[in-house]
């Protein structure tokens, strides 16, 4: 939790990011992607100065466990001194003690935020699904959260000025914004009018222009000019089997021994690589999260 102190930007776990939203088409299947196509409502874990704090803080909780179908987990929620915005204690269940740091006392608005990451930490526990390492775990659990249509509020309690600031989550606000803007163009949702935030919009423009970069990168029928002039030059290098190896270019081009050259590249929706012969305009279709692309090979 960012506190007053300096807040990272850009990209710098963008690769985790992607892993992670990769396995979460893996381990869940598309069918139940699709079934978080609707986010969690504001008005559903509004939580107001007057409201009781544990009572509100416990009925919030509820509220993600409804949203991440935990029916038989139950989270019992307390505050206390501590470092980090909150922790979880991944027992066994169905019981879960949840922990928020004692700011929360005083800014009851994000609860619900703090709680999105916790509750999340049980549901890819119970699905056994984890990161090695804890910074990529949690980067794991803030991606999923997110995805599944909860992180808008990681998100929203970011707070930027002169004077202070404010963020939850190991994501920086800027892949929050990616990462939401990858849900909205799966599954058509704006989540721009849930923010109270100025910057926490900002970030998600910012995002979303990531996002939209990456359904404009060749062999993409979407690419621009450049990266199509680029993609052809490297693509007559590897017909006169001149190695060519750019890390900045996602597409990568392999021999397929005695049949035509194939281009593998991410698919723009899940990142799962996919591979396709070299032959000109083409349909290819992610046997993962099920995106038809638009080729030029």
Same mark, same amino acid.
């Given at each position: 939790?960012?506190?007053?102190?300096?807040?990272?930007?850009?990209?710098?776990?963008?690769? /985790?990011?992607? $892993? @992670?939203?990769?396995?979460?088409?893996?381990? &869940?299947?598309? =069918?139940?992607?699709?079934?978080?196509? +609707? %986010?969690?409502?504001?008005?559903?874990?509004?939580?107001?100065?007057?409201?009781?704090?544990?009572?509100?803080?416990?009925?919030?909780?509820?509220?993600?466990?409804?949203?991440?179908?935990?029916?038989?987990?139950?989270?019992?929620?307390?505050?206390?001194?501590?470092?980090?915005?909150?922790?979880?204690?991944?027992?066994?269940?169905?019981?879960?003690?949840?922990?928020?740091?004692?700011?929360?006392?005083?800014?009851?608005?994000?609860?619900?935020?703090?709680?999105?990451?916790?509750?999340?930490?049980?549901?890819?526990?119970?699905?056994?699904?984890?990161?090695?390492?804890?910074?990529?775990?949690?980067?794991? /659990?803030?991606? $999923? @959260?997110?995805?599944?249509?909860?992180?808008? &509020?990681?998100? =929203?309690?970011?707070?930027?000025?002169? +004077? %202070?600031?404010?963020?939850?989550?190991?994501?920086?606000?800027?892949?929050?914004?990616?990462?939401?803007?990858?849900?909205?163009?799966?599954?058509?949702?704006?989540?721009?009018?849930?923010?109270?935030?100025?910057?926490?919009?900002?970030?998600?423009?910012?995002?979303?222009?990531?996002?939209?970069?990456?359904?404009?990168?060749?062999?993409?029928?979407?690419?621009?000019?450049?990266?199509?002039?680029?993609?052809?030059?490297?693509?007559?290098?590897?017909?006169?089997?001149?190695?060519?190896?750019?890390?900045?270019?996602?597409?990568?081009?392999?021999?397929?021994?005695?049949?035509?050259?194939?281009?593998?590249?991410?698919?723009?929706?899940?990142?799962?690589?996919?591979?396709?012969?070299?032959?000109?305009?083409?349909?290819?279709?992610?046997?993962?999260?099920?995106?038809?692309?638009?080729?030029?090979?």
């Amino acid at each position: 939790m960012a506190n007053g102190g300096p807040v990272e930007h850009g990209y710098p776990h963008l690769e /985790t990011v992607r $892993a @992670a939203i990769t396995a979460l088409y893996k381990r &869940l299947s598309y =069918d139940t992607i699709h079934s978080f196509s +609707a %986010s969690v409502a504001p008005a559903d874990v509004a939580f107001c100065d007057t409201d009781d704090l544990h009572l509100g803080a416990q009925r919030v909780a509820r509220e993600l466990v409804r949203h991440y179908r935990l029916p038989d987990a139950r989270m019992i929620v307390g505050f206390r001194e501590m470092t980090h915005a909150a922790n979880v204690e991944l027992a066994a269940g169905p019981e879960y003690f949840v922990e928020l740091n004692d700011r929360f006392r005083s800014h009851r608005r994000d609860i619900g935020a703090a709680l999105a990451h916790e509750v999340m930490h049980v549901y890819l526990h119970r699905l056994d699904l984890s990161f090695p390492g804890t910074r990529d775990n949690e980067i794991l /659990t803030d991606t $999923a @959260a997110t995805y599944l249509g909860a992180g808008w &509020l990681l998100l =929203d309690a970011f707070r930027e000025d002169a +004077a %202070s600031s404010q963020k939850l989550g190991y994501l920086t606000p800027e892949e929050f914004g990616y990462v939401l803007a990858k849900r909205a163009l799966v599954f058509g949702e704006d989540p721009s009018v849930w923010f109270t935030s100025p910057q926490a919009y900002e970030a998600y423009t910012r995002g979303m222009s990531m996002a939209r970069r990456d359904e404009q990168q060749p062999p993409l029928t979407a690419a621009g000019w450049a990266g199509r002039r680029r993609y052809a030059r490297d693509r007559r290098h590897a017909q006169d089997h001149t190695p060519v190896s750019h890390p900045e270019t996602p597409y990568t081009f392999t021999p397929d021994g005695r049949g035509p050259l194939r281009v593998s590249f991410p698919c723009p929706t899940c990142h799962q690589r996919i591979r396709v012969p070299v032959k000109g305009r083409m349909r290819a279709r992610c046997g993962l999260c099920r995106t038809v692309l638009e080729c030029d090979t």
